[in-house]
């Protein structure tokens, strides 16, 4: 019920949203205003704030809608709105998310040393046996409802906000990585690393989950 | 390559950013390394269950005042 329903085509949207259809604004309305909370959440202090910033972003979208010029899909477009909303509120309350270079805790390896074989090693750099992934399958309806949906939203929340950033605006909102640099202004180099750790510590958090609840020894030391 | 090496690639491999001879040594890789090729696959789930998830609502008082502000715009 809550999950992602389809949505008409670009067209088939600003035809309608133009004409007034109040279903139809409900309907983009109800899609992406979570998306853009968790996305105004990595600009700004506060919930309330968060909420305000997407709360701007609709009534400029809404006033707006007659000058989308479709050069962008729909979403990229109001995204980008929001974008620029919480980032000046996020300014304004000294929140500033700065991405011009990496903070050291971005860099080095992003999966745990142990889980390789030791330099020297015969095989050195591979996975030690038993610490290779082991595969997982997780049917869409899991992800939609239930645990796997609360946990992955609680590892969004947690992860720091440049991460959480940059994985909303590539996983969440679509964003091919050249437009993520061009809105935070960063390098394709450092928007990749950011990405990159982001969804590393994602599925771990998932790795654990998955296996720890199967009472699968997986993942975790051997011992 | 190995495998502490790949899983710190597999960003740029996704996106599809790497230059011909790493994407050649990350295929070779792939074809006999199970838990890289498992750990690419986990990587693109992870990926798409982030953008599946259902975002927090906006609170109902909000939801309102914004059918109410798109109700209320002039039209012609
Ligand atoms: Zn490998």
Redesign the pocket.
């Known amino acids: 019920m809550a999950g992602p329903r389809e949505l008409p085509s670009d067209e088939v949207l600003v035809q309608r949203l133009r004409a007034g259809d109040e279903e139809t604004f409900a309907l983009v309305l109800d899609s992406w205003s979570g998306g853009m909370l968790r996305l105004a959440m990595s600009f700004v202090s506060t919930k309330d704030s968060a909420e305000e910033a997407v709360q701007d972003t609709w009534l400029a979208v809404i006033r707006g809608i007659d000058n989308f010029e479709g050069r962008a899909s729909l979403k990229t477009w109001v995204y980008r709105i929001l974008v620029n909303t919480a980032k000046a509120r996020g300014t304004k309350e000294s929140r500033t998310v700065p991405f011009a270079s990496l903070l050291p805790e971005e860099e080095g390896p992003t999966v745990d040393a142990e889980r390789f074989r030791a330099p020297g090693e015969q095989y050195a750099g ?2 030690v046996a038993g610490q ?1 992934p082991r595969p997982w399958h997780i049917p869409e309806d899991h992800v939609l409802r239930g645990e796997v949906r609360e946990l992955i939203a609680e590892a969004i929340d947690e992860l720091p906000p440049r991460l959480r950033t940059v994985v909303t605006l590539r996983d969440v909102a679509g964003y091919g990585s050249e437009e993520v640099c061009s809105l935070l202004e960063i390098s394709p180099g450092n928007q990749r690393v950011l990405l990159h750790r982001g969804r590393a510590l994602l599925r771990r958090k998932l790795e654990s989950y998955l296996f720890g609840a199967q009472g699968v020894a997986g993942g975790r030391g051997r011992a | ?3 502490a090496e ?2 710190e690639l597999v960003t740029e491999f996704l996106d599809g950013a790497m230059g011909e001879p790493t994407e050649l040594r990350c295929l070779v ?2 074809a ?6 498992t ?1 690419l696959d986990q990587f693109r789930q992870t990926s798409a269950a982030v953008g599946a998830l259902p975002g927090p609502n906006l609170p109902p008082a909000v939801r309102d005042q914004l059918l109410g502000a798109f109700r209320g715009l002039p039209r012609d």
């Open positions: 591979h996975w290779e | 390559m190995n495998c790949f899983v890789h792939l006999r390394c199970e838990g890289c090729e750990y």
